[in-house]
């Protein structure tokens, strides 16, 4: 048998946001019954065959480190969490969209995953007021998820979603909002596709 090609893939968020909940969708193509909350991290795997049916096609063993979402601005919770941002290939930042400060947070998150926490103290952005250089030159693809679309009544989607489009422009990064529904993982991929459907 061939060797696998290793990428890891961070998937942070504020505790509750349903990383693990997702991370178990993409992994197992299946929904998470009862979830429980991550103490540290915990590492899942997939194997996903790239460019399937086409001469390009590469097979990678794709782990996703679901790391635990205490927002904690003390120093020893960032240390404890430092060991999990090496050797990075990916980060998927989670958000709950009923919990305007979990999407706040993702600015913390991120900076915190890319060593570039300056400011260990204080809400780094509020209503959009932030900085977008300082993912400029960034070469870690990023992926802003959303999640609970469906706990926001139809008549308040389009706000909240706007509230929220920033997130993505603003770390240059793709966006999906996941609402009930969704069930093949196929589907999750580059593209243009804003709203996914899960179980």
């Not at 969490?81 to 009923?98: C, E, K, M, P, Q």
């Amino acid at each position: 048998m061939a060797s696998l090609d290793r990428v890891k893939v961070l998937v942070l968020g504020d505790s509750g946001v349903g990383k693990s909940s997702l991370v178990h969708l993409l992994c197992q193509n299946q929904v998470l019954g009862n979830p429980s909350w991550t103490v540290g991290c915990s590492v899942d795997v997939r194997v996903h065959d790239y460019k399937e049916g086409t001469p390009e096609e590469k097979t990678y063993y794709i782990e996703l480190w679901d790391v635990g979402g205490s927002v904690g601005s003390a120093s020893s919770v960032k240390s404890t969490r430092a060991v999990f941002y090496n050797s990075v290939n990916g980060i998927i930042l989670v958000h709950d969209l009923t919990n305007k400060k979990s999407s706040q947070n993702l600015y913390r998150w991120s900076l915190e995953a890319l060593n570039r926490d300056l400011v260990p103290t204080g809400v780094l952005v509020t209503n959009g007021d932030y900085d977008r250089e300082q993912f400029a030159d960034n070469q870690i693809p990023l992926l802003v998820i959303g999640t609970k679309l469906d706990q926001i009544h139809e008549a308040k989607r389009h706000e909240v979603l706007t509230r929220t489009a920033f997130l993505a422009e603003d770390f240059n990064a793709e966006e999906i909002n996941l609402i009930p529904g969704f069930s093949d993982r196929k589907r999750f991929g580059g593209g243009t596709l804003k709203s996914l459907h899960y179980d």
